[in-house]
């Protein structure tokens, strides 16, 4: 039974390959459907899928025991795996743009199964219990097999080579990745049949080795059919990632401004788990409802407050390339408390921004998420807006008493420190 192990093994990991291949084939199968750029690849792959069905030996057995003609079984596999090379061959030559050379590709497949068939008819062995096998010792059986490996060879050479020199250079990295998988899914099928050459001279069988080259193929030919769904996997996985990040600050200001929310407020593991939307549509959702609830407390500021978060960020030691947004964190949780303290709005008061240079959904969402990280900082959190703003207590005391931030490492008196100070000076623009 030990010496068996390497065939037991192929035979697993070959059917294991198969089955993912189908899986694959399966799950793609409406998207090919609705998008007709798909369906080449779909086609070729279920032809591929369906040429390694036949070379399980249970599934040849089966068949063999159906139909009463192991014979016949082993021609129809043989004439799939013709079909599916084609196939293959077909979708490579016709996405990387040589679509006049689609027709030979088209009639060269047919004539090889052509052949094929007229050598089978004339000359194959009439082998009990088996169909036609790898051997040399009739000319026509030896000439039938040597086309069929020779073809099988040169179409994944071809295929091969065309998939790796435009996997390089084409302009998606989506058909990129799919053609250069698509590659190496050819080349490991033609190792498989490059083997048949010394299988014919010792008329011998695919062993162990070989079953596994054909579970790599089925598993290559499955990840070439699976990159769109990887892709978009991708995308929502970062769109989930973006509601999980800015959930924060989202809630924190609908909590203020509770108007901006186009639905009713849940839980974050829930707003992921069960989302309401798809995560795409409700990251787009949140970026938007935390704008406008940005424009709201905007006429929430306080120039003094402006002031004195940017020195408070400065005394915490805050680098240049993250200190406006955690000013801005800190001037909006100053908004925050004001408008939730019922504090009248000022018309006139500057807009809130994280970033005004932010063009697109991308970058505002990037900004957004900057805001967030600093929105829940210790520099954010420790900064006490009743303790600087005109209206609060005066001085520094009520900035470096007990608001949680480090020891002062400047002097005190790069702020104002009296209520009279601050109210008589000109209001500066929001940073």
Known sequence: MTSDLPGNLGRVLQTAGVLLLWAAVLLRARPAARHPGQRGLWLAVACAAAALTLHLEAVSAYAAALTGSP???????????????????????????SRRRTGAVLATTAAVMAALLALAGLGSPHAPGHGPYPTLACPRCAAYWLLLVTVHVAACALCARVCWRYGRSGPHRSVNLGLTLLGWGSASAGL??????YLMAVE?????VLRLVLSAHAVLCAAVLMVPTALQLRR???????V???????????????????AGTRCRPLTLLRPQLPWRQLAYRKVIEVRDALLVLSHYTDPAVSRAARAHVARWGIPAERADAHVTACVLRGARAARLAGADP???AEVLAADREACGLAAETAVLLRLTEAYLSPCARAFDPAGTSGTGP????GRTGSAGAPPPRTRMSETPTGPDERRGTASPPLP
Do not use: C, M
């Open 204 to 208: 011998g069988r695919p062993g162990g």
């Open 244 to 262: 999980w990040r800015i959930w924060p600050l989202w809630r924190d200001l609908v909590e203020a401004v509770p108007h901006v929310a186009l």
């Open 192 to 197: 498989y049949w490059l083997a048949h050459y």
């Open 346 to 348: 000022d018309p006139a």
């Open 236 to 242: 929502a996985a970062g769109h989930a990632r973006t």
């Open 394 to 397: 005066a001085g520094d005391a």
């Open 71 to 97: 014979r016949a079984v082993g021609l129809v596999k043989n004439q799939a795996g013709i079909v599916s090379a084609g196939a293959i061959l077909h979708f490579a030559v016709h996405t990387t743009g």
